[in-house]
């Protein structure tokens, strides 16, 4: 792959990446969260169309068209997510789109032995061909999705965080068939945050930062401490405008919270005044610990307070009306109603200041939003635009427009600075910097390890379901919080 | 960011497309039926039988606004022109009885709404099995045959020559107007209608926002089976007789009528006024095609074309708002 650019919009996911990649080895791809290596896999199965850029597989150009065209060339993508149909049994899993049959009649019995073949040299024959999905383990339905790609003939094999979701025993033997398929001549592109992992089944490696190709080696030649640098290095000067602020007293504190599955153990105090923010790897349980804490997942053990009320509610709707708001680290999804207006969606969780009786006052309304409009810098029409219509950036800033409506004391902030550009990003950093100084207490969850440093005041690391200990951010550098992050896998 | 012309344009459109329909086809009818078809008595006589359709639709207007559907329309009508009937041959005062058809539906609203967001099960199923429980209970209450009910003022409602005469339509017209009215407002300026939206465009944006999701989808079943259980009402008017057997179908008449009016079977869209003259829409052309002696299967014809072109509209005029 050459010079290869996606862009999304006004981001640009990936801005001249190369990768080569040798027949027959297993070829690490490591990088930060939103580095730019999900999108690279996507350009590679054909998923998404690169805007620039060649590729070429054995010397001959490649461009799939689709992820069938990049199937039909050897390349076969095991995504985090897994892809499989799970009311279906493994063969017929492993078997799909390429059925034996005869005039549309399935033979089951022909495609048999391919499967158990499969299955056998993953050294997983104890798995039935007839079992249902549905009844698999998450490490036994990864070993279905790689049977499948080795009954296609695959010559390579991408595989996105493949133990991120297994336990250490699982891990291990993933590493072990990672090892058989280099063996059998199968070329793999292993995605890792797991920096010992690639250091123990990849040959070589390759490192994004920011959407393009900062490094590329050997992995025996290289120390760990080493790839963490090239991952972490600076490239964009950015900018955090500090605002000052003190901690005051304690607005929400934690007592060893564990959720279901995640987060498995969270103790923490959080001050008004105080910007708190939690990094670690996605998939770490940081999401989860906020949406325990709002209410829209289960807590199964521990205490949260709020300011001094303890559990006086656990609904989203009872958080809310004891001052505290989340907003979602999925915009699209959760976060706004996007077929509805600025105005709608900024006084949603709080209509009353403009509601008599249940009436809405649409002017009042309106004239509240426009505020919010002002005050923010919101580029839109006006306050009855819906926000669909609106760029990444200025939706966010609906979103917290929201919270601050909303009038909360606790922010939980997931990923807030997602998706938008740099310019936007500056402005909610400000805007937290001056939430904190007007006292509101302010909890960040970001994977932009200069974006804690940078804006907040103590800094927590969560990993595998465990927040570590908040410490002030001057204490912290970069290369502690990723290493903190990232250690001890597999 | 989307053209700003362009989008209102589009906007404005989802309303004018269906008045538009209902322009064409009256102008085509009174073409093709002079005199009779724009006769004021025929115009009074379209609008007493848009009355049970419009009344449905105004409730499953919240229903489908709010993402979610209501099957058991037709058969809490018939099951709620029974009771209606019953409680009037058990001598019971009309507005008593009126009270009863209406208290009927909202049962089986509170029903419906008890088990969509207790329980989880999809609203297609939920009134699906609902649909079925009505008539059946509708045929056992009515021993499977109309039932007789001494003349009552409540007859008067659907009358095509209302008393006084100053009234000009009948009084089920007015009240349909005044709820079509009242209840567009709800929707639109109330705290519950921004809800019963937000809960349509994305749930999980209503629960971020502590909005009493469960509430409000319960509310909506409630509020279209109360419309169902009054339509119910107006549909004994009409017979004067409480029929167990009436208004099989007519759900799909409703939602129709919601559609056209612009409303999306996904949620997060629609409007009273929409769905009212969609309504209206479906009833001039019944009337038209019988006027001019079109026959039945091309009047179905007719309707199923016009859902679909409803809907590709809907989906063009999207199509370009995302753009």
Redesign the interface.
Known sequence: MRGVEKRYGAVLALSGVDLEVQPGEVHALVGENGAGKSTLMKVLSGAVAPDAGTMEIDGAPFAARGPIDARARGVAMIYQELNLAPDLTVQQNVMLGREARRFGVVLRARMRPAVEEALRFLDRADIAPTTRVRDLGPAARQVVEIARALVGEARLVVMDEPTSSLTQRDAERLLALVRRLRERGVTVIYISHFLEEVKRVADRYTVLRDGRTVATGDVGAAAVRAIVEQMVGRSVEEVFPRVPHEAGDVALSLEAISGTPLPRSATLELRRGEILGIGGLVGAGRTELLRAIFG?APVRSGRVRVGAVVDAGT???A???QGVG?L?EDRK????????SIA??IT??H?RPF?RA???D?RRQHAAASAWIERLGI???GPG??V????GGNQQKVAVA?LLHHGVDVLLLDEPTRGIDVGSKVEVYRLAGELAAAGKAILIVSSYVPELLGLCDRVAVMHRGVLGEARPAAEWTEREVVTEASRGAA | MARPDAARAARLLSLLGPFLGLVLVVVLFAFLAPGRFLSAYNLATILTQTVIVALGAIGMTFVIVSGGIDLSVGSVVALASVVTAIALREQAHPALAIAAGVATGALFGAVNGGLVTGLGVAPFVVTLGTMGIARGIAKYLAEEQKVDAPASWVAELMSKSPEPSWLLVAPGVWMTLVLAVFFALVLGRTVFGTHTFAVGSNEATARLCGVRVGRTKLLVYLLAGSFAGLAGVMQFARLTVGDPTTAIGKELDVIAAVVIGGASLSGGSGTILGSMIGAFLMAVLANGCTLTGVPTYVQEILVGAIIVAAVAVDRLRRRRAVR
């Open positions: 829209l609904s989203p709707t958080r809310l009306g989340l979602s999804e959760e976060g706004l109603a996007l077929g509805m709608d969606n949603l969780s209509p509601a249940g009436w809405i649409r580029r839109c029409q635009q819906p669909s219509e609106l760029s929201r």
